[in-house]
């Protein structure tokens, strides 16, 4: 294996850790921003370096498609291809296909590794068959024993487990007893590392949270859990309290493009004329270049009218979602996390309405969250009601 996973500090089911890659060694809980096809939008590699970016997401199929996986093979790899040093993870291929010219593909287990092996990324993921979380019934088990059946061909189609990591995905919808066959049945291959898929994807979110708890209680204590598709601040606090370990999603550069800031409170629309004459920085508690040096008028002038707008926007939002990784990595390890979440959780929560699921998720964490709860105040959606206005700040 190509791949060294050491626990450096828990708090009950948390755990921070130094996940060591052949082309870089990352602390976890860490969140990784989706390139699909080897570029984040409007930002450059040094720029990702410098807010501390450790592995970057780049989509299979878009790069079989575009420039095509032989070209990249060619030129030395995805990491010389786009000039990044640190570490990158490949997707399957199969989630996002969508095809650009018309015609048909055939994307086997076997060739999505073919392709991944060739991209040369340092986590590549086996091909699985996905199903929405909100569709029920008989192919909800056809598609979890598909996968465990694409796990074996692509563990024997994987020509390179010494330079890169083949991570297994845990399907089975929101069925329990499926979720539990396939998490045995993807240990038993004793993968590097284990991926719970198939959520985020529409389900409510007191399910959401309770697979996560599932599936991270059953994985192995000593490889990295990663749970794909989220980016919610809130969610990666959850699940992190959860037991799990490294994130994606496409959320913090998407929101950006639409004029949203990532802030403690939770998100702050600075298309709202609001923000038109606002002098103030996104976030006065934020060390990133874009809070030091341009104010909300600013950015509000620029937002869906150029394109600066987004670029910076961009790099606030994952500076934000990195500083939450070093965050969250820190305060385990110094035995601070109750107190991180709970400050967390104020935050965002100012008036005490802590979602009900979220409640339930910090009980069976073994976190005591009662100290930042209004009494007998819990609410079912993920809105989250704040001291700023309204119209200009809302939660996800």
Not at 290 to 302: D, E, G, Q
Request: with cysteine; hydrophobic share 40%; aromatic share 8%.
């Amino acid at each position: 294996m190509a791949l060294r996973f050491e626990v450096l500090g828990r708090f009950n089911r948390a755990r921070a850790a130094q996940l060591t890659l052949p082309h870089f060694v990352c602390q976890t809980p860490l969140f990784m921003p989706v390139g699909t096809q080897g570029t984040i939008k409007g930002l450059a590699t040094d720029q990702l370096e410098e807010i501390g970016c450790q592995i970057i997401l780049g989509n299979t199929y878009h790069l079989a498609l575009r420039p095509t996986s032989e070209l990249i093979d060619e030129l030395g790899g995805l990491h010389k291809f786009m000039n990044w040093p640190r570490a990158l993870l490949t997707d399957s291929g199969g989630f996002q296909m969508s095809p650009v010219d018309g015609k048909p593909m055939l994307l086997t287990p076997e060739e999505s590794i073919q392709i991944q092996n060739r991209i040369g990324a340092d986590i590549i993921m086996a091909l699985d068959d996905v199903v929405k979380t909100t569709i029920t019934g008989p192919r909800i088990e056809e598609a979890m024993y598909r996968t465990l059946r694409w796990i074996d061909r692509c563990i024997a189609a994987h020509k390179r487990p010494h330079d890169q990591n083949l991570f297994g995905i845990v399907q089975g919808g929101l069925d329990p007893v499926l979720r539990d066959i396939c998490v045995r049945g993807l240990v038993d291959r004793n993968l590097p590392g284990y991926a719970i898929g198939g959520l985020a994807g529409g389900e409510d979110k007191d399910s959401f949270w309770r697979v996560v708890a599932q599936c991270t209680a059953t994985l192995p204590e000593d490889k990295p859990r990663y749970v794909m598709g989220v980016g919610y601040p809130l969610d990666i606090v959850v699940c992190s309290a959860l037991g799990a370990d490294m994130y994606d999603c496409v959320y913090p550069t998407r929101t950006a493009r639409f004029g949203t800031a990532l802030v403690p409170e939770g998100v702050l629309k600075l298309k709202h004329r609001a923000m038109a004459e606002d002098t103030r920085p996104i976030d006065p508690t934020c060390a990133c270049m874009v809070c030091k040096n341009y104010t909300r008028a600013y950015i509000h002038s620029l937002v869906t009218k150029d394109s600066k707008g987004s670029q910076l926007l961009s790099f606030h939002n994952l500076y934000y979602m990195m500083q939450l990784s070093r965050n969250l990595h820190s305060s385990i390890v110094q035995g601070k996390f109750p107190e991180f979440v709970c400050n967390f959780l104020q935050k965002m929560f100012p008036k005490g309405d802590i979602p009900e699921w979220v409640c339930n998720a910090m009980e069976v964490a073994e976190i005591d969250i009662s100290s930042c709860c209004a009494p007998f105040r819990y609410i079912q959606a993920t809105k989250v009601q704040s001291n700023l206005n309204e119209d200009e700040i809302q939660a996800v």
